[in-house]
């Protein structure tokens, strides 16, 4: 069990990029969450995948974001033509199946749009 | 809406003390879970403990316990005989059975251990 794993570690880019983030959780856990955290606040939920199926999406996940989980396994997460409000660091999690609702988390892509 | 509420921005502690921090929630929901996270500086976060609303006792895990208060809606977290590997923010979180498990966080409360 080598726990949750996310790539980049961290990503600069210029606003108006393209970037995507890459989640590999726990290989039993059949759901996977990301969040998104601004500095000095708590993590806030964006979507959710119980296997390859995008169940959940917030009202914060605008047009501009995609997330995907081909196959039920890793994921990715994509902003397309950043903004420097998307400027966080993004969390990935994950859960094993059943009544279990401990979540494991990544380390994190910490996003700077300049 | 549900909402999570950590009145607390920062609390210091001196080593070997102990420091209880804070956290009070809405919902209308009676069956749910409630957490408390660790986010130590630059490393990623880790579960400390976990209720669930069901249970009357109150969980423990080693120096770390909680109390819940289900009328008052209330769930602190209390941190026995501190150690300097205990400096981070911790985040008070909450889940229903019926929201796919997706937590919804307070601000954090920032911990500072001095010795």
């Known amino acids: 069990d080598t726990g949750v794993s996310q790539d980049p570690r961290h990503k600069i880019t210029k606003r108006g990029q393209n970037v995507t983030f890459r989640c590999d959780p726990i290989s039993e856990h059949n759901r996977l969450y990301w969040y998104r955290q601004t500095l000095g606040q708590g993590p806030e939920f964006l979507t959710y995948f119980q296997n390859e199926a995008q169940l959940e999406k917030s009202r914060l996940l605008s047009d501009r974001f995609s997330a995907e989980r081909p196959k039920g396994s890793f994921s990715t997460l994509e902003i397309q033509r950043t903004e420097q409000g998307d400027s966080a660091m993004y969390l990935c999690?994950?859960?094993?199946?059943?009544?279990?609702?401990?979540?494991?988390f990544g380390p994190g892509t910490r996003l700077t749009v300049t | 809406a549900q909402t999570v509420t950590q009145s607390q921005p920062e609390m210091s502690v001196q080593e070997a003390e102990t420091v209880t921090l804070s956290c009070t929630y809405d919902t209308s929901e009676s069956d749910y879970y409630l957490f408390w996270y660790k986010q130590p500086p630059s490393r990623q976060m880790i579960l400390v403990i976990r209720q669930e609303a069901y249970k009357q006792q109150n969980a423990t895990e080693n120096r770390f316990s909680v109390n819940f208060q289900k009328a008052a809606k209330s769930f602190s977290l209390k941190i026995s005989d501190s150690q300097l590997g205990d400096a981070a923010m911790y985040f008070c979180a909450y889940t229903t059975t019926d929201s796919w498990g997706k937590l919804q966080f307070g601000a954090g409360t920032q911990v500072v251990v001095t010795p």
């Open positions: 999690a994950s859960t094993s199946p059943g009544p279990n609702y401990e979540q494991y």
